[in-house]
T-cell receptor, first 113, second 115 residues
Framework: SQKIEQNSEALNIQEGKTATLTCNYT??????LQWYRQDPGRGPVFLLL?????KEKRKERLKVTFDTTLKQSLFHITASQPADSATYLC????????????FGRGTSLIVHP | NAGVMQNPRHLVRRRGQEARLRCSPM?????VYWYRQLPEEGLKFMVY????????ESGMPKERFSAEFPKEGPSILRIQQVVRGDSAAYFC?????????????FGPGTRLLVL
């Protein structure tokens, strides 16, 4: 069955360092992959989308990579700040039919000042 | 431009009652999606609607759950005869189109508690 794996343990890092979050998927051939941020008690907020034919995407301090051979996406936040503390959700989506991404459970990031 | 609105934000129901959750999409968005999030679990897709049409309801339980998006007014997710297992956060999202490059804009969610 299709499976999306994100590290369930919280990632604790020091302010200013680069945070790297991992999303692995199995039995899946996503045409694209999205990353969202979710704060406690709120709905997810879209951050970045990367397509299967793209290796890397950047937006300000954010960088996403997509390796279809390894079936993995990495999400990087450079120069992290305490305000980056949140849960980050990976959401691959398959092409054809309805474009509805499937969400991973998310990884909690805690940036310490 | 107001974002996606959901109400109520919190809803308490006793077992056997009905729950009605409302979602007003962003202005100009005609595609609405409903998701359920259980504690410590990921968002699970339930149903995708356009005005007056259910496009994909593959994630919605066959019994007790229904959804609509009328020509006028908000989208409604209706849960009849609620049970304790229905307690969760229900999120609505909207998009202007249904395509890979389109992001979904989420509302703040409705937290349903079934006593």
């Amino acid at each position: 069955s299709q499976k999306i794996e994100q590290n369930s343990e919280a990632l604790n890092i020091q302010e200013g360092k680069t945070a790297t979050l991992t999303c692995n998927y199995t039995n899946y051939s996503p045409a694209y992959l999205q990353w969202y941020r979710q704060d406690p008690g709120r709905g997810p907020v879209f951050l970045l989308l990367i397509r299967e034919n793209e290796k890397e995407k950047r937006k300000e301090r954010l960088k996403v990579t997509f390796d279809t051979t390894l079936k993995q996406s990495l999400f990087h936040i450079t120069a992290s700040q305490p305000a980056d503390s949140a849960t980050y959700l990976c959401a691959p989506g398959e092409g054809g039919g309805s474009y509805i991404p499937t969400f991973g459970r998310g990884t909690s990031l805690i940036v310490h000042p | 431009n107001a974002g996606v609105m959901q109400n109520p934000r919190h809803l308490v129901r006793r077992r056997g009652q009905e729950a009605r959750l409302r979602c007003s999409p962003m202005k100009g968005h005609s595609h609405v999606y409903w998701y359920r999030q259980l504690p410590e679990e990921g968002l699970k897709f339930m149903v995708y609607l356009q005005k007056e049409n259910i496009i994909d309801e593959s994630g919605m339980p066959k019994e007790r759950f229904s959804a609509e998006f009328p020509k006028e007014g908000p989208s409604i997710l209706r849960i009849q005869q609620v049970v304790r297992g229905d307690s969760a956060a229900y999120f609505c999202a909207s998009s202007p189109r249904n395509a890979p490059q389109e992001t979904q804009y989420f509302g703040p969610g409705t937290r349903l508690l079934v006593l």
